[in-house]
């Protein structure tokens, strides 16, 4: 079955830095849009970054210049690299990707379905 296994988050102080890892397993045929989103305590989900299988990104505003989405599409991992962490960045963060699976049968379904991480909590406090 598919899975998404995510690791990095923790404690660091303000103006720290953090690298957060989220690999997919299982029967995949394709990964096309991986990403990482964050819900704060109190607030929605909220988008962080996004990278697409042709290498485009994009930022939420309040990240930009600090945070860096990459991928290394051998190992079907994702990776956002959080620099200048303020306490605002606190939140549990999630991967999210967009993965055409392997069905039944070995049937390779027309398009892919978002599958979302467990969450890894990232908290930025001195």
């Known amino acids: 079955q598919l899975q998404l296994v995510e690791s990095g988050g923790g404690l660091v102080q303000p103006g720290g830095s953090l690298r957060l890892s989220c690999a997919a397993s299982?029967?995949?045929?394709?990964?096309?849009?991986m990403g990482w989103y964050r819900q704060a305590p109190g607030k929605q989900r909220e988008l962080v970054a996004t990278i697409t299988s042709g290498g485009r990104t994009n930022y939420a505003d309040s990240v930009k210049g600090r945070f860096t989405i990459s991928r290394d599409n051998a190992k079907n991992t994702v990776y956002l690299q959080m620099n200048s962490l303020k306490p605002e960045d606190t939140a549990v963060y999630y991967c999210?990707?967009?993965?055409?699976?392997?069905?039944?049968?070995?049937?390779?379904?027309?398009?892919?379905?978002?599958?979302w991480g467990q969450g890894t909590q990232v908290i930025v406090s001195s």
């Open positions: 999210n990707v967009d993965i055409r699976a392997f069905q039944a049968g070995g049937v390779i379904p027309p398009r892919g379905y978002d599958y």
């Open positions: 299982g029967s995949i045929f394709s990964i096309n849009t």
